[in-house]
Nanobody, 119 residues
Framework: VQLQASGGGLVQAGDSLRLSCTASERSFSSYGMGWFRQAPGKEREFVGVISWNGDSTQYADSVKGRFTISKDNTKNAAYLLMDSLKPEDTAVYYC?????????????WGQGTLVTVSS
């Protein structure tokens, strides 16, 4: 299973950014997709997750109302739309196949994409 995260970059506070995660496997539609992030010197933290069919999502309190996860099973892709970005959102963002808020339960990870939010 290969996951490819992309879409990171340098933006200003208040801007929006959409991250993508594409998968190489045919069974992509059978699994949920989680998003996590890791800022320098900090532990990896949960951002949000979407169920296999897209019907259910969960978000960390810190991003609730600003971030939206979606999934397109026809394209083997999941997305993280980030609105109203804040400097504290600066981190490397990772996608991972699975479900839940605990990153240790996820087996397959993308390589990460860096998001930098300037004030």
């Amino acid at each position: 299973v290969q996951l490819q995260a992309s879409g990171g970059g340098l933006v200003q506070a208040g801007d929006s950014l959409r991250l993508s995660c594409t998968a190489s496997e045919r069974s992509f539609s059978s699994y949920g997709m989680g998003w996590f992030r890791q800022a320098p010197g900090k532990e990896r933290e949960f951002v949000g997750v979407i169920s296999w069919n897209g019907d259910s999502t969960q978000y960390a309190d810190s991003v609730k109302g600003r971030f939206t996860i979606s999934k397109d099973n026809t394209k083997n892709a999941a997305y993280l739309l980030m609105d109203s970005l804040k400097p504290e959102d600066t981190a490397v963002y990772y996608c991972a196949r699975g479900w839940g808020t605990d990153h240790t339960t996820y087996r397959y990870w993308g390589q990460g994409t860096l998001v930098t939010v300037s004030s």
